[in-house]
T-cell receptor, first 113, second 116 residues
Framework: ETGVTQTPRHLVMGMTNKKSLKCEQH?????MYWYKQSAKKPLELMFV???????ENNSVPSRFSPECPNSSHLFLHLHTLQPEDSALYLC????????????FGPGTRLTVL | GQQLNQSPQSMFIQEGEDVSMNCTSS?????WLWYKQEPGEGPVLLIA?????ELTSNGRLTAQFGITRKDSFLNISASIPSDVGIYFC????????????????FGQGTILTVHP
């Protein structure tokens, strides 16, 4: 497996469910990002982890809870979501030597009923 | 905060035509990136630009980092049906020893449709 992978690719959940999104990068990078992509809006940065430490949280509601157990894995735990949270959730990674390039996974298409 | 204006929002062209799209920013960047996203997939990096005035090609794609550091453009020559997708520009401002963590500001995207 190469690059950045995300599972599941599609997820349908009710508002009372708890689920988790997983991201894994095989690039040896040490910064990882969660983005939300909604229709007709620019990508919205949600969280940034650098060296497994959360360094940015862009006013994301607490029903989204990230976790970075090591530099290769990133999770987004979901709880009590709203229908407006339906979107494509993208994970990205970047190496310290990079000048800004982020490499994205294929995303998880989330639908909240 | 920083904002990127990307235009046009959408383009409908015939196969073989050339395409041009651009991004302008309210503030300067020291890195400009161009990504392409196909349906059901994440954005894929096409071209990265690191210096004002830089012109870089990747096959039929050419991108330039504007001399003012506030704009960039992407050209696609002789378009083909597989060029269909959404093209995003992104800018980054990173300082050596800084704590920007390589944050990117994205444009709204240009939706490209190519008719055979």
């Amino acid at each position: 497996e190469t690059g950045v992978t995300q599972t599941p690719r599609h997820l349908v959940m009710g508002m009372t469910n708890k689920k988790s999104l997983k991201c894994e990068q095989h690039l040896g990078h040490n910064a990882m990002y969660w983005y939300k992509q909604s229709a007709k809006k620019p990508l919205e940065l949600m969280f940034v982890y650098s060296l497994e430490e959360r360094v940015e949280n862009n006013s994301v509601p607490s029903r989204f809870s990230p976790e970075c157990p090591n530099s290769s894995h990133l999770f987004l735990h979901l709880h009590t979501l709203q229908p407006e949270d339906s979107a494509l959730y993208l994970c990205a990674s970047r190496g310290t030597g990079g000048l800004g390039e982020q490499f994205f996974g294929p995303g998880t298409r989330l639908t909240v009923l | 905060g920083q904002q990127l204006n990307q235009s046009p929002q959408s383009m409908f062209i015939q196969e073989g035509e050339d395409v041009s799209m651009n991004c302008t920013s309210s503030s300067i960047f020291n890195t400009w990136l161009w990504y392409k996203q196909e349906p059901g997939e994440g954005p894929v990096l096409l071209i990265a630009l690191y210096k004002a005035g830089e012109l870089t090609s990747n096959g039929r794609l050419t991108a330039q980092f504007g001399i003012t550091r506030k704009d960039s453009f992407l050209n696609i020559s002789a378009s083909i049906p597989s060029d269909v997708g959404i093209y995003f520009c992104a800018g980054s401002w990173s300082k050596a020893g800084g704590t920007s963590y390589g944050k990117l500001t994205f444009g709204q995207g240009t939706i490209l449709t190519v008719h055979p």
